[in-house]
């Protein structure tokens, strides 16, 4: 395993982290994940090298945290526990963002709100401090708090010894700036995949210059980059990949296309005798100002897949190539 700085903190976490969305089960996945192999493939992960784990409140409403935390009972020093604050259902508070798996989700950054919900991650993560405590996504009108209260919220908290670092997550580069005039904050995290690039705007060359760690996720556009998720796949109406909104990329056309690109890549896992997975992982993590890449992971064998891909170097020119063919693709029709 590989590690890289989170940011400016001292603290170093792996380049391959756990993503626990999926463990948190619900509509949105399709399914209901046993506890039990939950707990046991988060514990598998840290035996692999990988410490950050990245969670939050709204994933199964409570679920993934509360499995996080189980499984860290007697290692949690080998964890960097990585959660996140912002998303509020339990009363009207906040800014509406989205019916959510069968509740009402608003967006809410209030020093009130924050305060019950870092309580709220303490108790089910079992833990007296978390480790990188990020804003899920920007407050918004009409119940938009200023970045300098949300932040001052969260600098008390640090002040107090619940969290250690500060992150944000899904912010513009505006957003950035403001959050950097009110403090430190050592992390960001986006969506960013070889078939989703747009941080490489703005958002990658500003980490990169002002030394923050960047977490991407949805690097493997929810396992469409593996070659797993075949043209017979068919996704239920509640599913996230079934919002075309949020990833077009699962539309049969689209699919096909990109199940078109990954055949191309057969003589790339000769040459490097690896899995897919791992080529687009590796090609994520060389990327400039990648530092970190965010796995969601339902099985062992998946875990080891990805924990595999630290290790990967490739050459400059077949970076280059795989950038090349994603490009070649296009803007999802």
């Not at 001292?10 to 399709?30: C, F, M, P, Q, Y």
């Amino acid at each position: 395993m590989q590690y890289h700085p989170l940011g400016k903190s001292g603290i170093h976490a792996s380049t391959i982290a756990l993503g626990t969305w999926v463990l948190g089960g619900g509509t949105t996945w399709g399914d209901n994940p046993d506890d039990a192999e939950s707990i046991r493939l988060i514990q598998t992960a840290l035996d692999l090298g990988i410490n950050l784990i990245d969670t939050a409140p709204v994933y199964g409403w409570g679920r993934s945290e509360t499995v996080v935390g189980k499984a860290l009972q007697g290692r949690r020093e080998q964890a960097l526990i990585a959660t996140k604050c912002g998303l509020w259902w339990e009363d009207e508070r906040g800014s509406f963002f989205a019916d959510f798996d069968r509740r009402k989700m608003n967006r809410s950054l209030r020093p009130d709100t924050l305060q019950l919900e870092i309580e709220n991650s303490l108790r089910r993560l079992a833990t007296d401090y978390i480790d990188l405590y990020q804003t899920h996504w920007p407050a918004i009108p009409p119940d938009k708090t200023p970045v300098e209260d949300s932040m001052a919220c969260l600098l008390k908290l640090q002040a107090q010894g619940k969290i250690r670092e500060i992150g944000v997550c899904n912010v513009s580069l505006d957003e950035l700036h403001e959050y950097l005039a009110c403090g430190a904050i050592v992390s960001n995290q986006f969506r960013y995949s070889m078939l989703c690039r747009d941080a490489e705007q703005d958002i990658l060359p500003f980490c990169a210059q002002h030394q923050l760690a960047t977490l991407t996720y949805m690097s493997l556009e929810q396992g469409l980059l593996t070659g797993k998720v075949g043209m017979e796949r068919e996704f239920r109406p509640d599913e996230f990949r079934s919002n075309e909104a949020w990833n077009p990329w699962f539309t049969p056309a689209n699919r096909r296309s990109v199940l078109a690109m990954l055949a191309g890549w057969q003589d790339l896992l000769d040459k490097y005798t690896c899995t897919l997975s791992q080529l687009v992982i590796a090609w994520t993590a060389a990327q400039p100002g990648v530092t970190h890449v965010l796995c969601g992971t339902r099985t062992l064998s998946q875990l080891a897949d990805n924990a595999g891909a630290a290790d990967l170097e490739l050459e400059a020119a077949d970076v280059q190539r795989l950038r090349d063919d994603a490009v070649a693709l296009g803007a999802p029709q």
